[in-house]
Each structure stands twice: as structure tokens, then as C-alpha cells.
């Protein structure tokens, strides 16, 4: 029994029923030990959930440098802005988690734990406007500032619509996604040329 095979078990079950779902008795009965033996790998619950959601951001991260294959500025900022929506489709849970954290305890323990996750997106997004300044794409501005209008902007549509109150199929919120990107970034700084 290894570290990552326990945080797989977390992950799953974090995924499927989010942070009550994860217990030391749960995981440890899933991979075939006493609750015990997993305090020698994880220091509580929350270092156990911690270790799940981490393993689901893996997927995030995936997303995210897959951006950095396109060959155009434009472009890996638009996969970027894609790759957010996609983590948060498939991973509703762990998004919502980081985004809109519970005010418990034990939740809010994971959450402080895990926000140098939100810093290294908004930080990957500020690169990818950035570029898109250098290769006047968008024109002169603080990165900073028109990416934090990005990250929020898609934030809050994302986080509408996953808590259902955009009453949108998913294809129609994809399409919605789209036209804010665009939309959005015209109103930054989008060059009339671009």
C-alpha cells in the first residue's frame, strides 16, 4: 500500500460523495487495512482529503499545459480559458470545493492547504495574457489585472451554472463559455486588427 494508491481511494471517493464520503474507516476498508495502519501514510482525515483532491487536480494541471502545445499566443489562452471549464466538468466537486469551500473545519483545513492551487492557475492564466500583450494580440495593460478579469468572470459563470441556477444543457453552457471569452477579452483589450 502506497501513498498514491490510498490518495486514488480518497480521490474516488471525494469525486462520488465529496468530503463526507472520505473517512480513515472508508478508504482503509476500500484498499483492504485497518483505518490504523493508514495513520503511519496520512495524519487525519483532512491530510487523507487533501491527498484525494490533489490527486484530482492532476487533471487540471493536465489541462492546463496542454494549452502550452499551440503555437500562437491567441491560442493557448483560449485553451487555457477551455481547460478551466473542462476541469470543471469533470471534476464539479473539486471545483466547487476550492471555489465556494464549506466553512467546517475539516474542509476549510483542506482548502488553506490547497490554495497555492488557485495562485499557480491565476499565475499560469497571467502568463498566457501576458503573451498575448508581448505578441500584440491584446494591447498594453496589466496582465494582472485583465487576467483577474478573466479568472472571475469565467469563475462566476462556471460556478452559476454548476450550482444550477443557469438553466443551461451542457453544450449551450460551452457555447455561452465561448462568446464570454470572446466577449470579455474584446472589452480588455482585444486589438482591432486582431
Not at 43 to 60: F, M, N, S, T
Not at 113 to 132: A, I, K, S
Request: hydrophobic fraction near 40%; glycine fraction near 10%.
Amino acid at each position: 500500500m502506497t501513498r498514491e494508491q490510498v490518495a486514488e481511494v480518497a480521490y474516488r471517493r471525494f469525486r462520488d460523495g465529496g468530503f463526507d464520503a472520505v473517512s480513515l474507516r472508508g478508504v482503509a476498508g476500500d484498499v483492504g487495512v485497518t483505518a490504523p495502519a493508514l495513520y503511519r501514510i496520512f495524519e487525519g482525515k483532512g491530510d487523507l482529503v487533501a491527498a484525494g483532491i490533489e490527486r484530482g487536480l492532476r487533471h487540471l494541471h493536465t489541462r492546463l499545459t496542454g494549452a502550452l502545445v499551440a503555437d500562437e499566443p491567441r491560442e493557448r489562452l483560449q485553451r487555457t480559458m477551455s481547460g478551466l471549464l473542462e476541469f470543471a466538468l469533470a471534476e464539479p466537486r473539486i471545483y466547487q470545493t476550492l471555489a465556494y469551500p464549506s466553512q467546517e473545519p475539516g474542509v476549510q483545513e483542506v482548502v488553506n492547504r490547497l490554495h497555492g492551487v488557485v495562485v499557480t492557475v491565476v499565475r499560469f492564466l497571467t502568463d498566457r495574457v501576458r503573451e498575448c500583450m508581448d505578441a500584440e494580440v491584446l494591447r498594453p495593460d496589466s496582465p494582472e489585472r485583465v487576467a483577474l478579469v478573466l479568472w472571475s468572470g469565467s469563475h462566476g459563470l462556471i460556478s452559476t451554472w454548476l450550482s444550477g441556477h443557469l438553466p443551461l444543457h451542457e453544450c449551450e453552457l460551452r457555447e455561452l463559455y465561448q462568446e464570454f471569452g470572446r466577449l470579455t477579452v474584446a472589452g480588455v483589450g482585444m486589438r482591432a486588427d486582431g
